[in-house]
Structure formats: C-alpha cells, structure tokens
C-alpha cells in the first residue's frame, strides 16, 4: 500500500475508522470534511472504504468517464434479506439480469406513453386532497399537509402499480407502516456490514429478526396482489404495472423471463424508489414557498395566466408553465430527496484524478453538496431562487453534473417523467386554488423548526407541515365527483 496514492483521509480510529465522522445527517457531515479534505475524500466505515465525491468535476469522471466501473450497487444485509439478494433493479449489481429489468421498468412501466395513460389518476388523487382543503379553507381550520401530500403520493403509485389503493380504507395502515418499515431497515445502519466481528450486535438489536419479518410480510402480500390480478377476469380500461407485468411474463415480450418473485421486488422497487421521493419533493416546494411569498406569487401569476377561470389545471397547461419548472428545478437542487444518491461500489482498481481508488471501494455522491457548490451555483447558492433556472437551460436528466438529484449513468433514476409529471401538476394546482400560511413559532425558531431534516439516506422535512389554506374560490364543494374539470 505504500505505493499507492490514495485520496486524502480524515484521521481515524481503530476498528470503527471514521464512522464516529458520519453523524446523523451523511451529507452535512460529508460536506464539511470535504472542505477540509477536497472533493474526493477517502473514509473507512470499519473495513470498508468508502469514497465520498463532492464536485462536479469528480461526479463526472465517476457517473460519466468512469460509469461502468462504478456501476455497482454495494451488498448490505438489509438488501439481502429485504430485496431477496438484490436481485431488483435499484440494489442489484450491474448486470444481465439488472440491464433486462432496468429496460422493461424504462420502456414498458415508466415510459412516457404509460405515464400519459395515469393522468386521470393523477388528477383524481389531486382533487380528493383539494377537496380536503376546501373543507378545511372554509372553516379555517388547519391542515397536516406533509400528511396529505403523503397519502396522495402512496395512493397514486398503489393505483398505478396495483390498480386500486391497497390503502387506508382497508387496513392500509398495516400496508403503509409495512413500507415505512421496510424504508427504515433499508436505511438501518447493521454494524456487521462494516465490522463483521460486530455482527452479533445486530442480532442482539433484533435487526435481523425484523428484516425477515418485514420481508415476509411484504411477499405475502404482494404475492396476494399478484394472485387477484391473475384472478381478474374483466377486461380492463387501464393497465397497472402488475397488469403489464404478467402480460410480459406471458408473452416473453422482448425476450423478457419473468418469474413471480421479479415481478413481486419490480413493485416493491416502485414503491420504495416513488413514495417517499414524490412526497419529500412537494412537501419542499410547499414549505419553500409559503416562506418565500414573493416566488409564490410569482407562481400563483404565472398559474392563473396559463388556467384562467379553471378550478382544476390540466397537465396539458402546465406544460408551458416556465416558472413552475424553475421552482421545482431550485427545490430538487436545494433539498435532493436522496442527497447521496443510492451508493455505488467500483467493480475494479482505477485511476481517478490521479488517486488509486481499489475494487470493493463504495461510493457516495454527494449531490447535495455539489447543488450547494458556490464554485457552480455562486455565492448564493444556499438561498432559494427559482429565478436563477430561467436563464439556464440546465437540465436533471444526468448530463449537468452541477445538477443530478436523479443521479446519472447507467444508475440514472428511470421515473423522471413519471415523478416530475405528478410534483408539477399537484403544485400547480394546491398553490393556484389556495393561499398559504403557517404560524410563525413562538420561540422565534422558524428556520430549525421548518427547515429541520429527518436523518438517513432518503431525507425529508423532520416536523409535519401543519398549514392554513385560503380557498382562491367561492365555490361550494360537496363530493370529488361534482368537481367540474373544465370549470
Ligand atoms: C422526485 C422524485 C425522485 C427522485 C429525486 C429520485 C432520485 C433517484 C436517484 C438519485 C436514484 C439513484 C441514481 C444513481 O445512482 O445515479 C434513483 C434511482 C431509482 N429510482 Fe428514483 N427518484 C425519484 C422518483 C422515483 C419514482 C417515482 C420511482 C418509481 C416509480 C423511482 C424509481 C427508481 C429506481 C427503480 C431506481 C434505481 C435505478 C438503478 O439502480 O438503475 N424513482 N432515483
């Protein structure tokens, strides 16, 4: 190793190497050793190194010049028992097997025609959270709007993937709690993937105890959903994914093998790789402008000039809505629902920018440092300002490394336009037919208080957004069903 010219390192311990650096929020902690240390900065997690990559110019040479090498996924015990080896397509190595499922979920699930073919989902969901607000508006009530838009989120992608919501109506709470589970033991820390002398402790923790009953629940009942689709004998109007995925297996479109247990983790990924980004995103967007009134006017402008006279905005309207865009561009940029990304492991020895990075080495993009990046983004790059996306024709499809909430390569996020069609037409219409307020705190702690992030991988506002909602119209709403589209 002596030869070696090895990225520069903080100091670390015995044992446990920098993991005492970490923190509960990665990417905070990242950014400030990497100021210290540069933009690629090697830390050991116990025996595993761990490269940690926080400007753009590196995240290109990792995600573009080197993408192939850095394609991998690496293995946790969580992803083995949970994902069932990680044979899906956000944890598996890169692959055979991983470029067929990427492929079919691309073409046949999250492609641009498909995601057309859920606009009356979209706008069902959306009006039954207006309608809830209406109600709340006319009694001045608040509303728990992180909870809302958390439920619209998990509703669309149950009906999109499932056909139906497997929801709150019956029993959902056992199906969203199961989720939430499976989230946070994805997100767990098991210290014997770092230190596997240590492995008992996670034994003694009852980690892997709860990993396999989550994971059995979970294949029961997807196992369950898949039956009654399989069951169903009614021809139907709009195909789910569970649908497209049996007519696959079926047919051997393309050559694709299906079996039961793809067809089971392709739905699992989905819920895991949408719910919870969608959510984070508007619940940001929200919060971002209700406590930035003069973009929100801006906006609510914008909105009104594009769908006037209209109690709905239609996704066709939304389409020109260049403000909007911006807005949704500055929260991806500020608050990237997964800030490190989804970590990479290098599958062999390279070169990068003169540094040898070994095999097995696992790699974090830090992309919330690099949107925050002033070298990039200027000495305002913590303040938000949608203006600043007008000018730029900076895009988050992975080819402006400044910009890569979606990542980039091979690991690009295959539902861009599946999740950015939703986050523009809910925003769209929650800030065209409402005003906004929340309270401001009594301890005069707004920022910590409203800008407070949930720990972990996949990062989300810590506290609920309880807020007002000002109804912009006078009409009276009964039910979802009397709401007239066109107005
Ligand atoms: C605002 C919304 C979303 C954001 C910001 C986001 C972000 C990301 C990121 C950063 C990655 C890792 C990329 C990389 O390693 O380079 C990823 C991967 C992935 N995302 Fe998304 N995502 C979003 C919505 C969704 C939705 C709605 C779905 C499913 C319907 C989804 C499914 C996936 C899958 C399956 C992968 C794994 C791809 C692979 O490993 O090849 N994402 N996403």
Redesign the pocket.
Known sequence: TTKLNQPPSPWRLPVIGNLHQVSLHPHRAFRSLSLRYGPLMLLHFGRVPTLVVSSADAAHDV?KTHDLKFAN?PKTKAVDIIMNGGRD??FSSYGEYWRQM?SL?TIHL?GKRMVKSFEKVREEEIKIVIEKLEKASSSSLPVNLSRLLLNMSNDV?CRVAMGRKYSREENTSNFENQLRKVMELLGSFPVGDYIPGLAWIDKLRGLDRKMEEVSKTFVEFLERVVQEHVDEVENKETLDFVDILLQIQREKTNGFELDRSDIRLIIL??FL??TT??FT?IDWAMILLIRHPESMKKLQEEIRMYSRHKLYVSEEEVEDMKYLKAVIKEV?RLH???PL??P?ELSEDIKLKGYDIAAGTMVFINAWAIHRDTEEWGQDAEDFKPERHLDLSLDFRGQDFKFI???????????ID??ITL?EVALANFVHRFNWRVENRPLGDDDEYYLAETTGIEVCRKYPLIAFPTSNLSTNYGTTTKINVSG
């Open positions: 995600l996924r397509i956000a990427k979920c999250l992608i990924d989905i790789g949408g980004t969608f995103a991806l990237p629902p997964g990304l989804i990479r909430p979606f990542g980039s390569g091979r690991r690009l996020c295959p539902a599946f999740a986050i």
